[in-house]
Structure formats: C-alpha cells, structure tokens
Nanobody
Framework: QLQASGGGLVQTGGSLRLSCAAS????????VGWFRQAPGKERTFVAV????????FITDSVKGRFTASRVNAENTVYLQMNSLRPEDTAVYYC??????????????????????WGQGTLVTVSS
C-alpha cells in the first residue's frame, strides 16, 4: 500500500513537504510518481523519481519550485514544494510501478501506466 501525507493549508509563497510511504513492498524496486488533481479537472503529472533516486523529472509548471527525493531505507518518497501558488491547490497522489520504462516521457505522465496508487493528500494554497 501507498500512503500520501503532508498536505495542508498554506499561504502563497509558502512550502510543504509531501511524503509517500510504502508498506508491504520493497520500495526500492519501484519508480514513484506524483500527480495532482484540482477540483473539476483531470489528474495530471507532477514529478517522477527513479528507483535509486538518481533521476527525476518534473513538469514544467513546477520546475524550480518542486523537488522529488526518496529514502529507500525508510520506504518513503518526498515531494518538496516551495514558492507555492494558488494554482498548485489540488489533491496530490503518489503512484508506483515496477517497470523502469515508466521513466520514458511517453509513459511517466500517463496515469494508466502506474500500478499502485495512494489515497491522496489535499494541498490548499491561499492567496
């Protein structure tokens, strides 16, 4: 199972760190992605991190503000979010897959490619 946490209410310009914890799995065997879904909109890709953490890909709209990292010994992946804006308001989900080719651009942004999903955590950025 995956469990995302760390969401909350923050003012514009503030920071939050989301966590995605795994249980019952060898987390280091999984590529982990972050997605978000704003009210009334589709779920969209935010970031993905490779099994070792050596490679990350961040969507352009948050590049330079968001960073993905992981501590496999703790079975946890993080999404550090800085300089938050109202348009970042959404439910944030983590997802995992065992296939390394999910890192390819044609795959990493596709919600259908990920095998496991967490329940989501709400981030609200006030103006």
């Amino acid at each position: 199972q995956l469990q995302a946490s760390g969401g909350g209410l923050v003012q514009t310009g503030g920071s939050l760190r989301l966590s995605c914890a795994a249980s019952g799995r060898t987390f280091s065997s999984y590529v982990v992605g972050w997605f978000r879904q704003a009210p009334g909109k589709e779920r969209t890709f935010v970031a993905v991190i490779s099994r070792s953490g050596a490679s990350t890909f961040i969507t352009d709209s948050v590049k330079g503000r968001f960073t993905a990292s992981r501590v496999n010994a703790e079975n946890t992946v993080y999404l550090q979010m800085n300089s938050l804006r109202p348009e970042d308001t959404a439910v944030y989900y983590c997802a995992a897959d065992r296939e390394n080719n999910i890192l390819a651009k044609r795959n990493r942004e596709d919600v259908r490619k990920y095998e496991f999903w967490g329940q989501g955590t709400l981030v609200t950025v006030s103006s």
